[in-house]
């Protein structure tokens, strides 16, 4: 069993558990068969480790500090339960007993005792479970500048070289195209795999690194951004890692047939002649042509290469005599292709501020892409996108980490203050947090810096 899986299941038992503790007197069999799944789980977590901690923020889960993909009902009940308690960390130490576990549920269930007693408003939750000598199992809240070595961290070398590797397997692809060989369909499938673990783990580093204005070759750092943005957005959608690894396949061959436009048209920065145009256009059919040539490309990535242009509403290219419809997995390429294209410096295009690029995808929405993918695509990137410099209200600078939990203005940063004498502090900012005496939001973004 996958460490995911298992705190899934821990998580799934422990909403279980507090639904039973609601329900049932305390030794009603139910909730006593229903306790010992959720001690279960918990010993399982504890063979290889001493401590198990849950967190919660937004819609992620933090497993012991790291996150993981996880949208479904259980972890959004559990985070429903603890924000009602004003907490969003919960804390297991090998050596808690089953009856630390109930007096946990009392606790977290709003035990009508206790609430009748009147205490439960008085005093914070963390409090009550250690004013019952409950030492091994602890509430309390995420501290984001402890977390930021973890889970809010800017990319890390593995990461660096996750993408790397990506854009230098991208590079020896096309060149085996452009030099009539074999493209190596083994070696694309390992290099996307390598970038579903670690966008499992944690998409932000790498949609950072999308981001990056510095690296030298547009083309194939274009493809491996379009890759990783719809290896994203088919990981919002579904946990199929099979579905995720061909969507994933199908971004990076999507452009194979580009080898086939000469180079003073495809770096052209002049305004293309009508005839030239067309050469551009003809590079979905030259990407099936020499995709459906190659051992070991599946159906799905013949079909992205030739419909990714043909647009949601079908008045794209290549045209066709009856109305079919786009693929699901062409939709996410195409809306990847859009907004990184928009987001790049070009030859003969300035790229487009983040904010601006979403605002044209709104603008898009059932025409060019689907209008479930915009919003998906939105919320998944925030409306400042992770690696996006902002200027704050405050006169601070600051680099966008994550898209805000709460609300999508309104981002997780790196604070970057450069006004102190000891030189650059950085540090973590939620910009949700608000000042407890006015209710105001403590900092907000009023720009995008190039």
């Excluded at 007993?97 to 963390?126: F, K, N, Q, Y």
């Amino acid at each position: 069993m996958s460490a995911a899986t298992e705190y899934h299941e821990l998580v799934r038992h422990l909403v279980a558990a507090l639904n039973g503790r609601r329900i049932y007197p305390p030794q009603h069999p139910v909730l006593d068969r229903t306790l010992s799944r959720l001690e279960q789980a918990l010993h399982h977590l504890m063979v290889s480790r001493d401590e198990v901690q849950l967190g919660v923020l937004g819609t992620r889960l933090l497993a012991d500090g790291l996150p993981w993909q996880d949208q479904e009902e259980p972890l959004s009940l559990l985070s429903q339960e603890l924000r009602a308690r004003g907490v969003d960390k919960l804390t297991f130490q090998r050596g808690f007993t089953r009856a630390d576990l109930d007096s946990l549920l009392e606790v977290l269930s709003g035990d009508r005792a206790v609430a009748g007693a009147g205490i439960l408003d008085a005093v914070p939750v963390a409090d009550l479970l250690a004013g019952r000598g409950v030492s091994r199992i602890r509430l309390g809240h995420l501290d984001l500048e402890k977390e930021d070595a973890s889970t809010l961290q800017t990319a890390t070398p593995s990461e660096r070289g996750a993408y790397e590797d990506a854009v230098s397997g991208l590079t020896d692809a096309m060149d085996c195209a452009r030099t009539g060989r074999f493209i190596r369909t083994r070696q694309v499938v390992t290099l996307v795999e390598n970038l579903m673990e670690h966008l499992t783990r944690d998409p932000a580093p790498l949609l950072m690194l999308t981001a990056l204005k510095s690296h030298s070759d547009y083309t194939f750092t274009h493809i491996v951004n379009v890759g990783i943005l719809t290896i994203a957005q088919a990981q919002a959608i579904t946990h199929n890692t099979e579905v995720i690894r061909e969507y994933g396949v199908a971004a990076l061959l999507h452009d194979m047939g580009k080898v086939k436009i000469p180079p003073e048209i495809l770096d052209s920065r002049a305004r293309l002649s009508d005839a030239e145009f067309e050469i551009i256009r003809r590079h979905p059919i030259d990407s099936l042509h020499l995709l459906r040539e190659t051992p070991g490309v599946g159906d799905l990535s013949l079909i992205v290469a030739f419909e990714h242009h043909r647009r949601y509403d079908l008045t794209g290219y290549p045209a066709l005599p009856r109305q079919v419809p786009q693929h699901f997995a062409s939709r996410l390429v195409a809306l990847a292709d859009a907004y990184d294209a928009m987001r790049s410096n070009r030859s003969y295009q300035r790229e487009v501020p983040p904010e601006q690029a979403l605002q044209i995808i709104q603008q898009q929405s059932g025409k060019m892409f689907d209008p479930l993918m915009v919003r998906l695509f939105i919320r998944m990137m925030g409306a400042f996108p992770p690696g996006t410099r902002v200027r704050l209200d405050t006169g601070e600078e600051a680099m966008v980490l994550k898209a805000g939990p709460e609300d999508p203005h309104r981002p997780i940063v790196r604070l970057v203050d450069g006004m102190t004498s000891e030189g650059d502090r950085l540090r973590l900012v939620n910009l949700s947090e608000r000042d407890p005496k006015t209710g105001n939001y403590l900092r907000s973004v009023t720009c995008s810096l190039p």
